[in-house]
């Protein structure tokens, strides 16, 4: 009788054991998509091996066609660190110096005297206005363009700020690092990067969009319908994101890509160690971008890693390596149907077993929401506005599209569709003073400055 008793208790503690590590990030993952809708590819690596790849939703929602872990997607921004280390491997060779003039290769560049290396380059502390955001961006953007003709377009606009006074991202300084590439090796940049990065590390899938050795796994993209649902996302030419963002690849080729990083291949440790430090900026601003990556913490953990969006896509790959743990996430949808930023540190806070807490919201009067409007200042990111959303809150930045705000305790909120929290501060009064931002990429303190 007693040993039936014990054995009772093992298989009561067996069922309610932790399930394994994939069906925990699939149970979390799942609920983010659905069948009939465009999806995205995912691997989770640790230690060096997968222990998670999964496809979901549709490649092609016209066709029925269901996503595969093995397709090719399109990468956007993430192709920032594979010109990087390009630019890497020329310095290691000694065909320039991160210190160089931009005009020491490009000499017809208009810097106006002002000192653009290749570093701030890298870096965007460079000052030069990003063409993205130009107003005329995107009235051709389906348009064939040499890279001159991309240099062309931005070349004559005022610089944003001093080089190396302040961080702006901009795409402009990843064209002028393309057009250096072709010039120091003598070949395009389409096939520096494959003889030099994509075929010594086995990675077949990888290519400059237009250069794929077979482009049979291809998916289409897609964004928001006029009305509802989803449509195939704008043409676009990938000789307009060029070296910024015109690199197509799988979550198996960037998990052979974050082995060789690992491994320390393709560049000396030195290299690889200026790549992952953030950059220098005046007076001790933070900086939380390296040569190519982002720089952060998710949870505590350190990470290095990059997002990408171009029509139609988006996608992000996180590093952590002091966690050995590698996140990939490939989708062909924009950012506002799917984001794979949720879907990846979702996934990555589970492979290094610190979960994000369940956004559950928790009953809140009107009343009681009124002490959480206004405007707020964030210590490195800008304004943030709190304001009434018919029944909820509204967080939003100047910009960008606003976001729901729900309360999951007390003094405690998430933003909507996103991993970020905010934990809201008070003063000896009680009226609320600021609050602390946990986004995924670190934490953020605020202060209110309008009530």
């Known amino acids: 009788m007693k040993s039936l008793f014990f054995a009772?208790?093992?298989?009561?503690?067996?069922?309610?054991?932790?399930?394994?590590?994939?069906?925990?990030?699939?149970?979390?993952?799942?609920?983010?998509?659905?069948?009939?809708?465009?999806?995205?590819?995912?691997?989770?690596?640790?230690?060096?091996?997968?222990?998670?790849?999964?496809?979901?939703?549709?490649?092609?929602?016209?066709?029925?066609?269901?996503?595969?872990?093995?397709?090719?997607?399109?990468?956007?921004?993430?192709?920032?660190?594979f010109t990087a280390v390009a630019i890497l491997m020329l310095a290691e060779q000694g065909k320039l110096s991160l210190q160089?003039?931009?005009?020491?290769?490009?000499?017809?560049?208009?810097?106006?005297?002002?000192?653009?290396?290749?570093?701030?380059?890298?870096?965007?502390?460079?000052?030069i206005p990003n063409y993205t955001a130009m107003m005329t961006f995107g009235l051709s953007s389906d348009r064939e363009r040499s890279v001159q003709q991309m240099i062309d377009y931005f070349k004559d606009e005022r610089l944003d700020f001093e080089p190396g006074e302040r961080w702006s991202y901009s795409n402009s300084g990843y064209i002028l690092l393309g057009a250096v590439?072709?010039?120091?090796?003598?070949?395009?940049?389409?096939?520096?990067?494959?003889?030099?990065?994509?075929?010594?590390?086995?990675?077949q899938d990888t290519a400059y969009e237009g250069h794929e050795r077979s482009a049979k796994r291809r998916v289409a993209g897609y964004r928001e319908g006029f009305l509802s649902g989803y449509r195939q996302a704008e043409k676009v030419s990938m000789t307009?994101?060029?070296?910024?963002?015109?690199?197509?690849?799988?979550?198996?080729?960037?998990?052979?890509?974050?082995?060789?990083?690992?491994?320390?291949?393709?560049?000396?440790?030195?290299?690889?160690?200026?790549?992952?430090?953030?950059?220098?900026?005046?007076?001790?601003?933070?900086?939380?971008?390296?040569?190519?990556?982002?720089?952060?913490?998710?949870?505590?953990?350190?990470?290095?890693?990059?997002?990408?969006?171009?029509p139609g896509?988006?996608?992000?790959?996180?590093?952590?390596?002091?966690?050995?743990?590698?996140?990939?996430?490939?989708?062909?949808?924009?950012?506002?149907?799917?984001?794979?930023?949720?879907?990846?540190f979702t996934a990555a806070a589970i492979a290094v077993g610190d979960p994000f807490p369940p956004q559950k919201t928790i009953p809140m009067t009107k009343l009681a929401m009124t002490a959480f409007v206004g405007t707020f200042r964030l210590s490195e990111s800008g304004i943030r506005t709190i304001s009434f959303d018919g029944g909820g809150l509204r967080f939003e930045r100047k910009g960008r599209r606003p976001a729901g705000l729900r309360p999951y305790g007390v003094d405690k909120f998430f933003v909507e569709g996103s991993l970020t929290t905010l934990d809201f501060m008070r003063g000896p009064d009680g009226a609320v003073t600021g609050f602390t931002l946990h986004g995924t990429s670190g934490d953020e303190s605020a202060e209110r400055i309008v009530n």
């Not at 309610?16 to 069948?35: G, N, Q, S, T, V």
């Not at 570093?119 to 502390?125: G, N, V, Y």
């Not at 996608?315 to 743990?325: F, N, T």
């Open 8 to 81: 009772a208790l093992v298989l009561a503690g067996a069922a309610h054991a932790e399930a394994p590590l994939d069906e925990r990030i699939d149970k979390a993952l799942k609920p983010m998509f659905r069948a009939d809708a465009p999806g995205a590819t995912v691997i989770v690596m640790k230690d060096g091996a997968p222990v998670f790849r999964k496809a979901y939703g549709l490649a092609d929602v016209d066709k029925n066609m269901p996503m595969q872990p093995e397709m090719q997607l399109r990468l956007g921004s993430i192709t920032k660190q």
């Open 100 to 127: 160089d003039d931009v005009t020491r290769f490009l000499p017809d560049y208009p810097s106006a005297g002002k000192h653009i290396t290749i570093e701030r380059l890298l870096q965007h502390t460079a000052g």
């Open 181 to 203: 590439i072709e010039k120091v090796s003598g070949t395009t940049y389409a096939d520096f990067m494959a003889k030099n990065i994509f075929e010594p590390l086995g990675m």
């Open 240 to 310: 307009q994101p060029y070296a910024a963002g015109a690199l197509v690849s799988t979550v198996d080729d960037l998990a052979r890509w974050d082995e060789a990083i690992s491994s320390g291949k393709l560049l000396n440790a030195e290299s690889w160690r200026q790549a992952f430090t953030p950059c220098p900026l005046p007076n001790g601003v933070k900086c939380s971008y390296g040569l190519g990556w982002q720089l952060g913490t998710m949870r505590g953990h350190r990470i290095v890693a990059h997002a990408g969006d171009i």
């Open 313 to 344: 896509f988006n996608a992000e790959a996180i590093r952590l390596p002091d966690d050995k743990v590698f996140v990939a996430v490939l989708g062909n949808s924009n950012r506002n149907m799917l984001n794979t930023d949720k879907v990846a």
